[in-house]
């Protein structure tokens, strides 16, 4: 086969079209938003969240595994499912950054501040987005340990200032180093990849982010804002989300 008959063959390549049909149910894809928590969910427990019956639920999950996005752990008797990689979580941050906003106004001011703390910091997967996810990026890209010449990279200046905060990328894994993930908030960039993992991880282990609740929303401590402030010069009032 020629190239040109390559290009005439409607199942040459991908099936894109096979990914975007599991994430075209509504259903599907509140699930998918839920697991960007990074944690393992029961179906019962998604089927509650997303308003459906428990058999409905179930079937949707099958669909989900099945398709790669979703992996399957099983712990004695009970049954959890988890997004299947960094690369999905990034793949669903990306898609919610370019879909329109559907959510109802909050109706209380319990519900206005939860949006709020999501927006302004939160976990995408295991890599920190919002407001301050974006900030720290921008902020490491103008400090010049991140470069956007040829596409998101780490510099020798920014694996030496790692290096010094005491934060270890793992190595050896098929997982990108960096890599931009575009945020569904503020629409634009967060870092991802294996040096945004690590960092979240430390900004945890060092006290300068702690979770709000069960929710994937983080607050920055008053270590945190101290900290931030020096090494990457980010200003209090964004980092108190004032």
């Known amino acids: 086969m020629d190239r040109m008959d390559l290009r005439r063959t409607p199942g040459?390549?991908?099936?894109?079209a096979s990914v975007a049909k599991l994430l075209a149910d509504g259903t599907r894809a509140a699930f998918c938003l839920a697991l960007l928590d990074g944690r393992a969910w029961t179906?019962?427990?998604?089927?509650?969240?997303a308003g459906v019956a428990p058999?409905?639920?179930?079937?949707?999950?099958?669909?989900?595994?099945?398709?790669n996005l979703l992996a399957e752990e099983r712990q004695g008797r009970h049954?959890?499912?988890?997004?299947?990689?960094?690369?999905v979580a990034e793949l669903i941050e990306s898609l919610a950054a370019l879909a329109p906003d559907r959510s109802p106004a909050p109706r209380s001011l319990s519900a206005a501040g939860r949006r709020q703390a999501l927006a302004h910091a939160r976990t995408c997967y295991d890599h920190l987005a919002g407001t301050v996810g974006v900030a720290i990026t921008d902020a490491m890209t103008g400090e010049g340990l991140l470069?956007?010449?040829h596409g998101l990279r780490l510099t020798s200046a920014g694996a030496a200032w790692l290096e010094h905060l005491g934060v270890t990328v793992p190595t050896g894994t098929r997982r990108p180093s960096v890599r931009s993930c575009l945020d569904w908030t503020e629409r634009r960039p967060h870092l991802a990849g294996a040096v945004g993992a690590a960092l979240c991880r430390h900004a945890?282990?060092?006290?300068?982010?702690?979770?709000?609740?069960t929710t994937r929303a983080v607050a920055v401590t008053a270590a945190g804002r101290q900290a931030l402030r020096r090494h990457?010069?980010?200003p209090e009032d964004l980092l108190a989300g004032l």
């Open 79 to 87: 049954r959890y499912v988890r997004l299947a990689g960094p690369y």
């Open 55 to 67: 058999p409905t639920a179930t079937e949707h999950l099958h669909a989900l595994v099945r398709g």
């Open 232 to 234: 990457l010069g980010l």
């Open 12 to 16: 040459a390549g991908p099936d894109l």
């Open 204 to 213: 945890f282990d060092a006290g300068w982010i702690t979770p709000i609740g």
């Open 43 to 49: 179906a019962a427990e998604l089927a509650r969240h």
């Open 147 to 149: 470069d956007l010449g």
